[in-house]
């Protein structure tokens, strides 16, 4: 699957922006989920970084194209951690979300369901895609009133080529973990 974010907190000027990449000085993103992800971050249609996360290995390597150098840290092979924009739906506590309306959004068929904060005062709005059942507008208004939207656009169900998640050839990687056994021990330390 891929998608391409958008993501705005409050208002005006100071927005912050992670959205569709050229955005003039906003930060634009792209994500690609198929068991591991791959989130590309730009700024002015300029790749920024790279992230890959494997999910198998809980390992992930940002990788900076400009110094063609990449960086590596692996965590407990436990967890798992990506999320796709469905699985954000997991923790939904469906007994208090709300059916407003059926609309077209984007130029697909969405459900927009309310989920109230359990304060009252915050509240979620979900559109949900009809065929697929992933939301592709969140927003989230806090008890404070200020609002944050993420927008997933450009979505692609389906197989992603076999390089999705590779990095380029003779990129330079350091490995984190491995650095961090290197450092001594605490002074005293067992």
Known sequence: MFEETRLTRGGGASSVVRGLPGDGDALGGRRHYEGNSRTEIFRRQVLLLNSFFDGDTNTIITYYPDQN??????????????????????????????????????????RVVLIPGA????????????DYGIPVRVEVTSAAGEKTVMEYKNLRVGPLPPDTFKLPPGVEVTDLNKMMERLPSEPGGQ
Request: charged letters at 40%; hydrophobic letters at 30%.
């Open 69 to 110: 150098k990449a960086v590596k840290l692996s965590g407990d092979r436990r967890q798992k951690t990506v999320l796709t924009p469905k699985e954000y739906m997991g923790g939904v506590d469906s007994a208090r979300a709300k059916l407003l309306e059926k609309t077209v959004y984007d130029g697909v068929s969405c």
């Open 119 to 130: 304060d009252g005062k915050e509240e979620v709005r979900l559109w949900v895609r009809e």
